[in-house]
């Protein structure tokens, strides 16, 4: 059993910039922190480091962000941090420490490890949030984080002749660096219409920086003759093994696909983005209460301090609402310091947390996910992917009353019950039912009908798939080595 | 106006309803939940014969086979996803293959098909297991379901002979009228008119019990599962070891562990079991399911590198002398209890349905019900 | 000094170090590397960051392996996977 000598004051999990922050702010109050993170090195998602062949040795997303970047990762080398990359964690549990089991994943055969710690940051990101539609599951279509982590970290182009689609602003930078490595984009297809963004000026102005960063890609893809067209959307995808052309659409104002718009359009990559879904399972599995964002996602409950409903444990970034690296930065701090016992906060920076807060509600309201996509389903096209199960056939549990909800939706018809155990089909399986199960047509937005409810999808007790032998296993390491 | 009003949409108020529409009652089942959700969703499927003792459990569990068979034949084996695969207990040491064969040896005596296996013919059964293992016996006559899918085809079809099925709906009391007699069942969507309720709510049946009047002592008992990754066909029978039958029939409150390993038609398989009486402690056990995949991974090796995709976890609902209540409780005539089925709600439903709708119609019922009758602990508690 | 190569279904495949076995295989054209488990249909790079498990693919007779995740190394086996990936277990 773990000694106290090897309990750490706080172990962090995830290494994007909210869980650099964290540990920064550990740190600095002389605290020892564990730090464990899947990636091979530190940034996240966020903050994407090349691999050491790739041909572009910066780290990616840095914008303004560069100092800040390297002092922070500069604070992994200190006295009193473990750091372990490359460490999965898949379950958290709770006792008289928090114990952080995860499996370090360098070697050929995964070993266990579990880490102690007083208290918790979870740190966790989120990933591409994504729609079924015809299609979607060819070779040659891609989630827009996956085209740009293939880019940025490996320095491979997805494809040569791509579309770029969905909503958002992560949209930009996607084809801008595809553009600048060589690879042709046909277009950049924004689903919300230009209009929408001038609802959101206030909360757009007060975040200047922001302003800038997206001109700057709209200039590199302009002077590329890059269309970027507002109001469109991708309907299909068609191709035998693998994609071969993209079937677009235009939106109306209600986010309905406007008859006899579609275009085809030929393209070997669909880079497609609706925004992004947090991982909360680990901060579901130790016990802290969630909401259901304006966006549709479920997020972890924090209070000023960025702590959980449980004592000891502190959400920061993604997880607890989308909101972009500096949010999640200025997050990761308030939540290292509280861990550290040190609290109130500065009034600076719960001012520019709350500025980028509303930054980031804005950019939600200026890009919902339209429903067009729940119209342009067919039988077969797959909605969960892992277990290649139609939209037929859930749709027909429905019609049919056994189905009314999401949780229902997988155990009979089992979306989510594969190796992805519905990150992916989440979201839409959820949208589906509610729609199907009897709200008025035109009312499908996430927030709209109250039996939408993607809560069954977000809980995992086994967050990373693991093995028997891990699952078994009754020594592990660093639970009697001194710091 | 119902003849009946079920209250629980698991696999056994689905059986109820199922056999109560086939006697020409009108049924309406109720569920504060969808369907299935409760521990119906959290079991493996199992109907055995092959982990009871001689007695009225087995009585009632090999009826409830027949009576499944039936129900293949009238739904279709595919909506339910029924398998007639057979049971194997393994023992995985020499001094448990005499019990063992002092066991099934007293089934054999109450109608169990039970095919003692040497040590050096297992792997023709079963390849993969371990090459240590001291011998078993054959079940042919187990059988699995994937529950929720069951549950649902069942009352679909009572659904097709009239019934109704409201989700949603929570049972809060009785209604009765000057001389006591149950006239309707009140929920918080209004009081749905009835001569009889059926409490088949499971390992909430305590707790439902209580609001209908007539308490009986339905605890939960909690049970993991862990789910591999999907695989071919690995594993072709329900394989357990012999020290299951024990754990089920403990009533040791204390964490009990066997080995259960079972393939399903999606491709997963499925490890368990376990059994603690922990309240309803919703919280990930490390220490359950680590030796779940230790147990597991000693009688069939390869799972050693096989990935576990996902566990689960839910609340049987025990009765203290392990059998379940089936019957109209003499505190309150109308209401009836089909609940309490411990690990075995699955495979004994059709017959708990059965019985219900003979006892609900007056029909000469197919099994002597007095050892399930909620009568047996008011008299414990008289005595 | 020729750029270092693993083997792809037996076939020098060239990569950068520190690469995905998915990057090299996108880099050398190649999309798909599994086929499912029902459809038997192609899959290869989705969501690009370990969790769609859409990349799946057998590396050194291991399967289920995420292309993605996976860093190549110069010895390295990697193998086009069909469904399970454990067909070898099948009995």
């Known amino acids: 059993m773990a000694t106290s000598r090897s309990e750490h004051d706080a172990v962090v999990v995830g290494a994007g910039p909210a869980g650099l922050a964290a540990v920064d702010q550990l740190v600095r109050a002389g605290a020892t922190v564990a730090l464990l993170d899947a990636g091979h090195g530190p940034g996240g998602q966020f903050w994407r480091h090349p691999v050491p062949g790739a041909p572009v040795r910066e780290v990616a997303g840095l914008h303004h962000d560069r100092s800040t970047y390297s002092r922070l990762v500069d604070t992994l080398h200190t006295d009193g941090v473990r750091y372990l990359p490359q460490h999965h964690v898949w379950t958290i549990t709770a006792g008289e420490h928090f114990t952080v089991h995860a499996v370090d994943r360098s070697g050929d055969h995964e070993v266990p490890v579990e880490v102690h710690g007083r208290r918790l940051v979870l740190a966790t990101g989120a990933y591409d949030r994504q729609v079924p539609f015809p299609g979607w599951d060819l070779p040659g279509v891609m989630t827009a984080g996956g085209v740009q982590a293939l880019l940025k970290a490996h320095g491979v182009p997805a494809g040569r002749r791509v579309v770029v689609a969905g909503t958002g602003p992560f949209l930009l930078p996607v084809a801008a660096g595809l553009v600048a490595a060589g690879a042709e984009?046909?277009?950049?297809?924004?689903?919300?219409?230009?209009?929408?963004?001038?609802?959101?000026?206030?909360?757009?102005?007060?975040?200047?920086?922001?302003?800038?960063?997206?001109?700057?890609?709209?200039?590199?893809?302009?002077?590329?003759?890059?269309?970027?067209?507002?109001?469109?959307?991708?309907?299909?995808?068609?191709?035998?093994?693998?994609?071969?052309?993209?079937?677009?659409?235009?939106?109306?104002?209600?986010?309905?696909?406007?008859?006899?718009?579609?275009?085809?359009?030929?393209?070997?990559?669909?880079?497609?983005?609706?925004?992004?879904?947090?991982?909360?399972?680990?901060?579901?599995?130790?016990?802290?209460?969630?909401?259901?964002?304006?966006?549709?996602?479920?997020?972890?409950?924090?209070?000023?301090?960025?702590?959980?409903?449980?004592?000891?444990?502190y959400v920061a970034g993604e997880a607890c609402g989308v909101g972009g690296a500096a949010l999640a930065v200025v997050e990761g701090e308030v939540a290292g310091a509280a861990a550290a016992g040190r609290a109130p906060l500065p009034r600076r920076t719960s001012r520019r947390r709350a500025t980028l807060r509303g930054f980031a509600a804005a950019v939600q309201r200026a890009h919902p996910v339209p429903d067009a996509w729940m119209d342009g389903l067919?039988?077969?096209?797959?909605?969960?992917?892992?277990?290649?199960?139609?939209?037929?056939?859930?749709?027909?549990?429905?019609?049919?009353?056994?189905?009314?909800?999401?949780?229902?939706?997988?155990?009979?018809?089992?979306?989510?019950?594969?190796?992805?155990?519905?990150?992916?089909?989440?979201?839409?399986?959820?949208?589906?039912?509610?729609?199907?199960?009897?709200?008025?047509?035109?009312?499908?937005?996430?927030?709209?009908?109250?039996?939408?409810?993607?809560?069954?999808?977000?809980?995992?007790?086994?967050?990373?798939?693991?093995?028997?032998?891990?699952?078994?296993?009754?020594?592990?390491?660093?639970?009697?080595?001194?710091? | 106006m119902s003849d009946v009003v079920v209250v629980g949409g698991g696999i056994v108020g689905a059986a109820c309803?199922?056999?109560?529409?086939?006697?020409?009652?009108?049924?309406?089942?109720?569920?504060?939940?969808?369907?299935?959700?409760?521990?119906?969703?959290?079991?493996?499927?199992?109907?055995?014969?092959?982990?009871?003792?001689?007695?009225?459990?087995?009585?009632?569990?090999?009826?409830?086979?027949?009576?499944?068979?039936?129900?293949?034949?009238?739904?279709?084996?595919?909506?339910?996803?029924?398998?007639?695969?057979?049971?194997?207990?393994?023992?995985?040491?020499?001094?448990?293959?005499?019990?063992?064969?002092?066991?099934?040896?007293?089934?054999?005596?109450?109608?169990?098909?039970?095919?003692p296996v040497p040590a050096e013919e297992l792997h023709a059964h079963e390849p993969h297991l371990a090459p240590d293992l001291a011998g078993g016996v054959l079940y042919p006559q187990d059988m699995q379901v994937q529950p929720v899918a069951a549950a649902a085809a069942l009352l679909a079809a009572a659904r097709a002979q009239g019934a109704q099925v409201r989700t949603g709906v929570e049972a809060r009391g009785l209604a009765r009228d000057g001389r006591g007699a149950v006239t309707g069942l009140a929920t918080d969507r209004g009081t749905l008119p009835t001569r009889a309720v059926v409490n088949a709510a499971g390992t909430w049946g305590g707790a439902l019990s209580e609001r209908l009047g007539c308490a009986v002592p339905v605890l939960p008992r909690r049970g993991f599962i862990l789910v591999t990754e999907p695989l071919p066909r690995v594993v072709r029978h329900k394989v357990y070891s012999a020290d299951y039958v024990d754990n089920v029939a403990s009533s040791d409150a204390g964490l009990e562990t066997s080995t259960v390993v079972e393939a399903t038609l999606g491709g997963t398989v499925l490890i368990g079991a376990s059994r603690e009486r922990v309240g309803y402690d919703d919280t990930f056990s490390r220490e359950v399911v680590r030796r779940l995949a230790a147990q597991a991974t000693r009688i069939f090796p390869f799972l050693a590198r096989v990935r576990v995709m996902r566990t689960y976890h839910g609340f049987r609902p025990y009765c203290p002398d392990h059998l379940p209540v089936v019957g109209e409780d003499p505190r309150v005539p109308g209401v009836f209890h089909a609940c309490g089925h411990e690990g075995a709600g699955i495979g004994l439903a059709p017959a708990t349905g059965r019985l219900l709708a003979d006892l609900l119609s007056g029909a000469e019922p197919g099994v002597d019900p007095a050892p399930y009758s909620p009568g047996r602990f008011l008299e414990v508690a008289r005595g | 000094m020729a750029d270092p190569t693993f083997l792809f279904d037996g076939r020098p495949t060239p990569y950068v170090e520190g690469q995905s076995v998915g990057?090299?295989?996108?880099?050398?054209?190649?999309?798909?590397?599994?086929?499912?488990?029902?459809?038997?249909?192609?899959?290869?790079?989705?969501?690009?960051?370990?969790?769609?498990?859409?990349?799946l693919v057998t590396v050194d007779d291991r399967p289920n392996e995420r292309a993605c995740l996976v860093p190549v190394r110069e010895s390295m086996r990697v193998t086009t996977q069909e469904g399970t990936g454990h067909g070898d277990l099948e009995v």
């Open chain 1, 185 to 313: 984009v046909v277009s950049v297809l924004e689903a919300s219409p230009r209009a929408r963004w001038l609802r959101e000026a206030p909360a757009v102005l007060r975040n200047a920086g922001k302003l800038g960063e997206a001109a700057g890609y709209l200039g590199r893809l302009a002077a590329r003759r890059v269309p970027v067209r507002t109001g469109w959307t991708v309907a299909r995808a068609d191709g035998g093994d693998a994609l071969t052309s993209v079937t677009v659409a235009r939106l109306d104002r209600s986010g309905r696909r406007v008859a006899g718009s579609e275009r085809v359009v030929q393209a070997d990559t669909l880079a497609v983005g609706w925004g992004f879904t947090p991982q909360v399972e680990l901060a579901v599995g130790v016990g802290c209460r969630t909401r259901v964002d304006a966006d549709g996602s479920v997020v972890c409950e924090v209070d000023d301090n960025q702590q959980t409903s449980v004592p000891g444990v």
């Open chain 1, 378 to 483: 067919e039988d077969d096209t797959l909605l969960c992917r892992c277990e290649e199960v139609p939209v037929g056939k859930v749709r027909s549990a429905v019609r049919d009353g056994a189905v009314q909800d999401a949780r229902t939706a997988k155990l009979l018809t089992r979306p989510g019950m594969g190796w992805c155990q519905g990150r992916v089909c989440g979201y839409a399986t959820a949208c589906l039912t509610a729609r199907w199960s009897g709200t008025p047509a035109g009312s499908g937005t996430p927030a709209g009908p109250s039996s939408y409810d993607p809560t069954g999808f977000a809980r995992r007790p086994v967050a990373t798939p693991v093995t028997l032998d891990t699952l078994a296993s009754y020594q592990s390491r660093y639970a009697n080595r001194d710091l």
């Open chain 2, 17 to 115: 309803a199922y056999y109560a529409a086939r006697a020409g009652l009108e049924v309406t089942v109720v569920d504060r939940g969808p369907v299935g959700a409760g521990t119906t969703s959290r079991g493996e499927g199992n109907i055995l014969v092959s982990d009871k003792a001689p007695g009225p459990e087995l009585a009632l569990a090999l009826w409830s086979r027949e009576l499944w068979l039936e129900v293949g034949a009238d739904l279709g084996d595919e909506p339910l996803e029924l398998e007639r695969k057979g049971g194997l207990v393994v023992a995985t040491s020499e001094p448990a293959m005499g019990p063992l064969a002092a066991f099934a040896r007293g089934q054999q005596g109450a109608g169990v098909d039970a095919v």
């Open chain 3, 23 to 55: 990057a090299a295989l996108t880099a050398a054209g190649i999309r798909s590397w599994r086929t499912t488990r029902l459809g038997g249909r192609p899959r290869g790079l989705f969501c690009g960051i370990g969790i769609c498990f859409d990349c």
